[in-house]
T-cell receptor, first 115, second 116 residues
């Protein structure tokens, strides 16, 4: 069964606008972590932001913020003031303590920023 | 932050040959490292967990005799694709092992393998 779902295969956003990339997850582990990564065409995985299951506040890192809704098991990424360099694949990932801290990935969302 | 390197960055080989990919942790001791494979326009799929000083743990459906993993030291894990075939052509990427106390998970730059 798919543990991480990203329902948007592709997204477009106008430069300087904000965009939300969706991620829902499935776990029964009370202790887990959620990640977002950016993968440009070069292939490197760029760590963006992390949210722990016990964190009370939503994580923020510069223009990135994570809208964490634990009861709904969603962890959407919000990118504010989009830039052309934000065009890339974005992956949501989860790490579960009960799974020996393995990190598994969602299918990804391709984001294109339009000038 | 943790730095992970991979070598080579890309390799082209003939069908039937074996290819070794190295993953090094540059500023931390890694008792575990993860190996992923990514086909074009797909997500990263976890292949195996590399364990220092012991056998790797493979995910369901991954042939352990095909993808040999060695983790002989705390800074080096290697993945050998044995008797490579064109369907093994992919992007292979390693990452530092999981640690639930750490709020990051760093990846190597990846290795593009093309089997002719």
């Amino acid at each position: 069964a798919q543990k991480i779902t990203q329902t948007q295969p592709g997204m477009f956003v106008q430069e300087k606008e904000a965009v939300t990339l969706d991620c829902t997850y499935d776990t029964s582990d009370p202790s887990y972590g959620l990640f977002w990564y950016k993968q440009p065409s070069s292939g490197e995985m760029i760590f963006l932001i992390y949210q722990g299951s016990y964190d009370q506040q939503n994580a923020t890192e510069g223009r990135y913020s994570l809208n964490f809704q634990k009861a709904r098991k969603s962890a959407n990424l919000v990118i504010s003031a989009s830039q052309l360099g934000d065009s890339a694949m974005y992956f949501c990932a989860m790490r579960e303590v009960s799974s020996y801290d393995k990190v598994i990935f969602g299918p990804g969302t391709s984001l294109s920023v339009i000038p | 932050g943790a730095v992970v390197s991979q070598h080579p960055s890309r390799v082209i080989c003939k069908s039937g040959t074996s290819v070794k990919i190295e993953c090094r942790s540059l500023d931390f001791q890694a008792t575990t490292m993860f190996w992923y494979r990514q086909f074009p326009k797909q997500s990263l799929m976890l292949m195996a967990t590399s364990n220092e000083g012991s056998k790797a743990t493979y995910e369901q459906g991954v042939e352990k005799d095909k993808f040999l993993i060695n983790h002989a030291s705390l800074t080096l894990s290697t993945l050998t694709v044995t008797s490579a075939h064109p369907e093994d052509s992919s992007f292979y990427i390693c990452s530092q092992g999981g640690d639930s106390s750490v709020e990051t998970q760093y990846f190597g730059p990846g290795t593009r393998l093309l089997v002719l």
